[in-house]
């Protein structure tokens, strides 16, 4: 079965703050993406990875960055946390064709 | 850009009916569509896997179709008991590696 895991799944931040959100996977996938969700809106993709050390941006990539020095690890980082970017985050893995998400983080920004 | 619509946004059955979620797409140039439920503040679960050169796909009470002329996908679930509410995400790959998502259809299957 492949396992796809979120650091929190609850994280409380303050506004202004330097947030890190951490993914691992466990099957050797080279894909890697960054969602966050909100009611109304669906998921939108932030950034993706498609190798070690390799990023692109998605739809809505302002305010976030990511990191990804290893092929199970994909960090999603929030430079200054505002209100806005209160959200669940969802990480995902994939072969191609096909995605395994994690559990998701809910983030709330104050 | 792709666009995904689900419609409609919440659906409410009475146990042991048959439940019909819609999902519509506007560019037919697809890569596969996937299916996936999400419980309440969790992760999504795929379903179903429908190749782009496929018509339907089934998985016990499971059944979705796919018609990529008409940019439509049905997701059929039989006889619905109360373990299937859930919201209903239908997802359009639209190269190797991008989804594009609808927003849900969120199913409430009352005992």
């Known amino acids: 079965d492949v396992k796809v895991t979120q650091s929190s799944r609850y994280l409380v931040k303050r506004t202004g703050e330097k947030v890190f959100l951490e993914c691992v996977q466990d099957?050797?996938?080279?894909?890697m993406f960054w969602y966050r969700q909100d009611p109304g809106l669906g998921l939108r993709l932030i950034y993706f990875?498609?190798?070690?050390?390799?990023?692109e941006k998605g739809d809505i990539p302002e305010g976030y960055s990511v990191s990804r020095e290893k092929k199970e690890r994909f960090s999603l980082i929030l430079e200054s946390a505002s209100t806005n970017q209160t959200s669940m985050y969802l990480c995902?893995?994939?072969?191609?064709?096909?995605?395994?998400f994690g559990p998701g983080t809910r983030l709330t920004v104050l | 850009k792709q666009e995904v619509t689900q419609i409609p946004a919440a659906l409410s059955v009475p146990e042991g009916e048959n439940l019909v979620l819609n999902c519509s797409f506007t560019d037919s140039a697809i890569y596969n569509l996937q299916w996936f439920r999400q419980d309440p503040g969790k992760g999504l679960t795929s379903l179903l896997l429908?190749?782009?050169?496929?018509r339907e796909q089934t998985s016990g009470r499971l059944n979705a179709s796919l018609d990529k002329s008409s940019g439509r996908s049905t997701l059929y679930i039989a006889a619905s008991q109360p373990g299937d509410s859930a919201t209903y995400l239908c997802?359009?790959?639209?190269?190797?590696?991008?989804?594009?998502f609808g927003a849900g259809t969120t199913v409430t299957v009352r005992a």
């Open positions: 995902a893995s994939s072969p191609v064709g096909t995605q395994y």
């Open positions: 099957m050797d996938h080279e894909n």
């Open positions: 997802a359009v790959v639209i190269n190797d590696y991008k989804l594009s």
């Open positions: 990875s498609y190798d070690v050390k390799m990023k």
């Open positions: 429908i190749q782009s050169s496929q």
